[in-house]
């Protein structure tokens, strides 16, 4: 018996596989109410109601389809059938859910928006819906295409047609920059549409008409971190692709098929979408017109942004308002969300009298990749909890430090920002729109900190000691005292800003991503009663803490490493280094919890 329908097709403007249960059917029966009903393909709701939902084209009993041809699987006991078609239905929202979410109430067509919100009332869809209430249908002063028109608008103008995984028209291009991060490889993906609205930003140009415009990323990433390795090449400028994708409906890539490779989509102008998809097709671009548009993008953003050489005005802009007492009278709380492969932490600034909170600083607001329902709810939790004044500190700009961005509301940019300069090598379109948003929004005191302060101490008081790693690129030969050590992140990651927070008793240190052997000596030689593990415990070259300055600690010390699940993270030689300075060793992935608190 056939269990489901997997039905992928344009009417899928919600971003995933619509499963509609299918009874009381075997495949012969299935066949032959094809062939006798010639041209049309029927399936049955739950009212036994017979839905005619797409005009077919041919039916396959064996996988010779086109992959760009629209069709449905289903899947039984001895294999698969596969059904080509023509969809029936436009792709408009309301229009989908006028024919098919809301045939249930077809005597009620005439209240079109109230038929519709019975049928969302009803039946509990696996997809993302817009939030609908009584009230707001009620309202007769709200027009039903309002309602619609005004959930993710921006989202509307850079994708297709509305949806992340475009169809096969010759105008849908979608094109791809290679990107590398902590030796694993993701397409940062563009399209004409995002192409025009990203350089009308940077330009000053954005259209007066279109939505408000908020950073956001558009990402695929691969199964596997080195499934696109073979693709990169360190010597071209730019790695760009023209890319193709399908839509995975089984959630699981071919085997047979040694050339699709399968990971997830991923879309967020807010909130984050994925579609388990894998792509088909790979090609270089060769139009240098294309090329030399995203190279200027590039360009233009960072010759926009004007970098912040004066210490003394980094620390005024970050003392300025954040301490509001004497030193003495504060403690210290820091919290580390549980958010996967990624950092999200926040320093709270405490009087000690009434324990209330005077200030926070947020040092990254990343996650992982792939973001599961739990790390949905955490980063929801997180931005709830950024209240009174606070401030924002990203280390450096990959995309595990920076994505969490996209559940602030735009009131909670419009805070002190401190980032580290753009790297002058390629980065993710994400982080590049993120940096334009923080520079060009007039509501946002953004400070690009200059790299002049590379592996140096930009400032230190009572409260703070802010540095900046060294820069180096991996493999670089680095002299420590008597030692010569290879480095082994990256600048991207080896340029990051650098926090310790300090009170009359102790000390922190927040490292970001950035390799030891990349910190100003100077912050090497303080006890930190917690320390935050650089690069999530990643593999070093570093065969001692001790012997590059480090200071042995008390054994009631912390070492948090910010880790997700099924990765290979943290390396135990790492861990072993950290605990023979005399710390225990936590990981963020086996806290009970969505976030764990450490008061110091």
Request: proline share 3%; net charge positive; charged share 25%.
């Amino acid at each position: 018996m056939l269990e489901n329908i997997f039905i992928s097709t344009e009417l899928d403007i919600i971003e995933q596989t619509l499963m509609i249960e299918y009874k009381r059917r075997n495949l012969d029966v299935l066949v032959e109410e094809v062939n006798n009903n010639p041209g049309y393909l029927f399936i049955y709701n739950n009212k036994d109601e017979k839905l005619n939902i797409a005009k077919i084209k041919k039916v396959y009993l064996e996988k010779n389809y086109l992959d760009k041809e629209k069709f449905i699987k289903l899947e039984w006991e001895y294999g698969f059938i596969y059904i080509s078609y023509y969809p029936k239905f436009e792709i408009h929202s309301v229009d989908i859910l006028k024919y098919l979410y809301a045939r249930s109430n077809i005597h009620r067509i005439g209240e079109l928006d109230k038929s519709i919100y019975k049928t969302l009332k009803i039946y509990e869809f696996s997809f993302s819906r817009p939030i609908i209430n009584d009230q707001l249908f009620n309202n007769k002063e709200i027009s039903l295409k309002e309602t619609f028109s005004n959930h993710n608008k921006l989202e509307s103008k850079l994708l297709y047609e509305g949806m992340i995984i475009p169809s096969t028209k010759k105008e849908y291009k979608t094109y791809a920059i290679l990107i590398e991060e902590d030796g694993d490889y993701f397409f940062s993906l563009t399209n004409n549409k995002m192409l025009f609205i990203d350089y009308q930003y940077v330009n000053g140009e954005y259209p007066e008409e279109y939505p408000e415009y908020r950073p956001y990323f558009y990402d695929f990433y691969p199964n596997n971190g080195g499934d696109l390795k073979d693709f990169y090449s360190n010597n071209d400028s730019i790695n760009l692709f023209e890319v193709s994708f399908m839509e995975n409906n089984n959630n699981e890539v071919d085997a047979t098929s040694k050339e699709r490779i399968g990971g997830t989509v991923v879309f967020s102008a807010s909130p984050i979408k994925t579609v388990s998809a894998y792509v088909t097709e790979i090609n270089v671009v060769r139009d240098q017109s294309l090329i030399d548009k995203i190279i200027n993008l590039n360009n233009k953003t960072k010759s926009i942004i004007k970098t912040e050489k004066c210490s003394h005005s980094i620390e005024s802009e970050m003392m300025n308002g954040l301490i509001k007492t004497k030193h003495a009278n504060v403690t210290n709380e820091l919290t580390i969300n549980n958010i996967g492969q990624g950092n999200w932490l926040k320093i709270d600034f405490i009087d000690k009298r009434d324990q209330k909170n005077i200030s926070s600083i947020v040092f990254d607001i990343g996650i992982g990749n792939s973001p599961s329902k739990d790390i949905k709810k955490i980063a929801e939790q997180a931005v709830q909890d950024l209240k009174g004044h606070y401030s924002m500190m990203l280390s450096h700009w990959d995309q595990d430090h920076i994505k969490g961005i996209v559940y602030l509301s735009i009131e909670q940019f419009e805070k002190l920002w401190i980032v580290p300069a753009l790297p002058n090598v390629n980065m993710s379109l994400g982080a590049l729109r993120l940096a334009a948003f923080l520079y060009c929004n007039p509501k946002i005191n953004c400070i690009f900190v200059d790299e002049k302060f590379n592996n140096k101490v930009i400032f230190e008081n009572d409260y703070f000691t802010l540095g900046k790693g060294d820069g180096k690129n991996s493999n670089v030969k680095v002299k420590i005292g008597t030692n010569t050590i290879k480095t082994r992140y990256n600048n991207k990651n080896n340029l990051g800003l650098l926090l310790a927070v300090k009170n009359n008793k102790n000390k922190i240190l927040l490292t970001g991503d950035c390799e030891y052997i990349q910190i100003p000596s100077t912050m090497m030689k303080n006890k930190y009663k917690l320390l935050l593990v650089s690069h999530h415990g990643a593999e070093t070259n570093i065969p001692s803490l001790s012997q590059i300055g480090f200071t042995k600690v008390s054994n009631d010390s912390t070492a948090i490493v910010c880790v997700g699940k099924n990765t290979k993270y943290p390396n135990k030689n790492h861990v072993k280094m950290i605990e023979k300075l005399g710390y225990k060793v936590n990981k963020t992935r086996d806290f009970n919890s969505y976030f764990k608190k450490y008061k110091f």
